[in-house]
């Protein structure tokens, strides 16, 4: 009987927290929808992300992106045929540019992936074990923190031949260091908690109060952080794109693309422009809807 009992409360609690959580979703969803801005960022994300879903459907000439080349059409201007005009091999541009979002969030989604994937567990275990093993870990990222990731891509580009796949490692070593800070961070500020001290009181082992009890707790954090870092991460994927380090023509990157385009300005104007302008929006996008979510989750970003 008194088993029955407790399985009655225990799916009672559930059903509690499960509507919690449910109304916590829906009062932070009114949150966003009181900003503009935020709002603004969100479409502009949802529209970049279909953007790059669907891309071979929408991209009027998909055969422009692997390289074709049209030199009866080559720089023509904006018209009803090539929206975006085309470039010095009489490429689409348009076709290009919707290709070239499905790279750039490629390339921020793998490189915060990866960087989370390191710095979260590290950041973990320095926050709560603390001691020595704090010590060790935050040196380290100290010392990767101390080498611009512009710089660390130059050098692993110097290394290596200059790959899409090169720079995407070279900006995950250069990222992890700021989420493990940020973990850490919110680890320290977690673990006195009274739900943390119960844990410990009861006998629970580390490892779970640390994964089970604190972790979830930090997931906030990080995926604002993400949102705010996938702007810069787009950025500075082009800017190593124009610079010859990143994706190699006729890839449709957009930093490569401005690269290219640039030869001809200011006569082909279009050539540079678009993809410049593709990149300004996707970063304008994410860094609107990092703000939104940062006053949705009422998270204070210390760096």
Not at 29 to 45: A, E
Not at 53 to 80: C, N, Q, T
Request: charged share 15%; proline share 6%; glycine share 8%.
């Amino acid at each position: 009987m008194k088993e029955v009992i407790i399985i009655e409360s225990i799916a009672k609690n559930e059903k509690v927290v499960e509507k919690q959580n449910v109304s916590e979703w829906r009062k932070s969803w009114r949150r966003m929808r009181r900003s503009p801005l935020s709002m603004v960022g969100l479409i502009i994300v949802t529209f970049v992300i279909l953007m790059a879903i669907f891309a071979p459907v929408v991209a009027p000439y998909p055969d422009d992106v692997s390289g074709a080349i049209h030199f009866d059409r080559m720089l023509e201007p904006p018209s009803s045929e090539h929206l975006l005009g085309t470039d010095e091999v009489g490429r689409d541009i348009l076709s290009r540019v919707l290709y070239g979002a499905r790279i750039s969030l490629m390339l921020g989604f793998i490189v915060l992936g990866l960087s989370t994937l390191i710095g979260l567990p590290l950041g973990l275990i320095a926050g709560f074990w603390g001691g020595r093993i704090n010590t060790i870990i935050m040196r380290i990222a100290d010392i990767f923190l101390s080498v611009p990731s512009l710089v660390l891509a130059f050098a692993v580009a110097a290394l290596f031949q200059p790959t899409l796949t090169t720079i995407m490692i070279a900006l995950s070593f250069s990222w992890w260091p700021w989420v493990t800070r940020l973990v850490q961070g919110e680890v320290l500020s977690i673990k006195g908690e009274q739900f943390v001290q119960a844990s410990i009181g009861i006998g629970a082992s580390k490892w779970r109060i640390a994964f089970k009890e604190i972790l979830p707790n930090c997931i906030s954090p990080i995926i604002v952080k993400s949102t705010l870092d996938m702007g810069f991460i787009i950025l500075m994927g082009a800017s190593l794109g124009f610079l010859g380090l990143g994706a190699e023509p006729p890839t449709p990157e957009w930093g490569t693309m401005i690269a290219e385009g640039r030869a001809y300005l200011p006569e082909a104007w279009w050539a540079a422009t678009f993809p410049g302008l593709a990149i300004l929006f996707a970063v304008i996008g994410f860094n609107l809807l990092g703000d939104g979510l940062r006053d949705v989750f009422d998270v204070q970003m210390d760096e």
